[in-house]
């Protein structure tokens, strides 16, 4: 199962390689690919800074951050522009290419649910991009629609991540930011393309998870949406799958005869 990408983990990586080694990974002689296009974006939600990544997901579970540009955009509507350069050597064949506007203010650092974050070719499963030559006209929209709802966490229980997938059986797929919760409280995800929606949440250690309507995950009631729709009401619930520790009060003296 693909975990979450994480962004400032590859951004780091990205640094280090380009920083710290100068150029190929391989240390072979670079074979730079450009790939440029247009970012779109039509709804509400402002943030300062517009991200436009690629992204090597050959390996699943190892994600490699290839090139990431930032961009400054003012309130929306916008039409972004992009150009960005990377080096092909021992990449995969096909390639993806993220954006995501940073609406909570944290930089890439700290990519999560709040943020809107889409994909090449505009839906909600992304387009593979040949990796062989420099490609033009990459041109996408962010996603419009949202989901909303409160997660209801169990006595003691500890962090949680919050997700949308396009698999039936909400298995996680692809690598689009989560929400995180650490108590009982409303949580969004405000970018999202038309399609149908498997929502879930799972603790951070992966232990226990609950999903929209069917906590066990058995029989989770899917979410579709529409191209700009945003879903009140999609909650989750941990009280009836998280298992809770009776209250132990020792011996109990009686005051009374």
């Given at each position: 199962?693909?975990?979450?990408?994480?962004?400032?983990?590859?951004?780091?990586?990205?640094?280090?390689?380009?920083?710290?080694?100068?150029?190929?990974?391989?240390?072979?002689?670079?074979?730079?690919?450009?790939?440029?296009?247009?970012?779109?974006?039509?709804?509400?939600?402002?943030?300062?800074?517009?991200y436009?990544?690629?992204?090597?997901?050959?390996?699943?579970?190892?994600?490699?951050?290839l090139?990431?540009?930032?961009?400054?955009?003012?309130?929306?509507?916008?039409?972004?522009?992009?150009?960005?350069?990377?080096?092909?050597?021992?990449?995969?064949?096909?390639?993806?290419?993220?954006?995501?506007?940073?609406?909570?203010?944290?930089?890439?650092?700290?990519?999560?649910?709040?943020?809107?974050?889409?994909?090449?070719?505009?839906?909600?499963?992304?387009?593979?991009?040949?990796?062989?030559?420099?490609q033009?006209?990459?041109?996408?929209?962010?996603?419009?629609?949202?989901?909303?709802?409160?997660?209801t966490?169990a006595?003691?229980?500890?962090?949680?991540?919050?997700?949308?997938?396009?698999?039936?059986?909400?298995?996680?797929?692809?690598?689009?930011?989560?929400?995180?919760?650490?108590?009982?409280?409303?949580?969004?995800?405000?970018?999202?393309?038309?399609?149908?929606?498997?929502?879930?949440s799972?603790?951070?250690?992966?232990?226990?998870?609950?999903?929209?309507?069917?906590?066990t995950?058995?029989?989770?009631?899917?979410?579709?949406?529409?191209e700009?729709?945003?879903?009140?009401?999609?909650?989750?619930?941990?009280?009836?799958?998280?298992?809770?520790?009776?209250?132990?009060?020792?011996?109990?003296?009686?005051?009374?005869?």
């Amino acid at each position: 199962m693909p975990r979450p990408f994480d962004f400032a983990a590859m951004a780091m990586i990205l640094a280090l390689v380009t920083i710290g080694l100068g150029g190929s990974p391989s240390g072979s002689a670079a074979d730079v690919i450009t790939y440029s296009g247009t970012v779109s974006y039509q709804g509400s939600h402002t943030g300062d800074t517009l991200y436009v990544a690629i992204l090597d997901t050959t390996g699943v579970e190892d994600v490699t951050l290839l090139a990431v540009g930032a961009f400054a955009v003012g309130a929306p509507p916008f039409d972004q522009s992009f150009s960005l350069d990377f080096d092909n050597t021992g990449v995969g064949a096909f390639l993806l290419l993220a954006s995501f506007l940073d609406v909570n203010g944290t930089g890439i650092g700290d990519v999560d649910g709040a943020d809107v974050f889409g994909y090449y070719d505009g839906n909600a499963i992304p387009a593979s991009i040949p990796s062989g030559s420099s490609q033009t006209g990459l041109d996408f929209a962010l996603p419009l629609a949202e989901i909303h709802g409160t997660v209801t966490l169990a006595p003691g229980q500890g962090e949680v991540r919050i997700d949308a997938t396009t698999n039936p059986a909400c298995q996680m797929e692809g690598f689009r930011p989560q929400s995180r919760a650490s108590s009982t409280g409303p949580y969004e995800i405000i970018g999202l393309y038309p399609g149908t929606y498997c929502v879930y949440s799972e603790e951070s250690s992966g232990s226990t998870r609950t999903c929209y309507g069917d906590p066990t995950c058995a029989s989770p009631v899917l979410v579709t949406l529409t191209e700009t729709e945003v879903r009140m009401g999609v909650d989750l619930d941990y009280t009836s799958v998280v298992p809770v520790s009776p209250t132990t009060w020792g011996r109990v003296k009686s005051r009374y005869p």
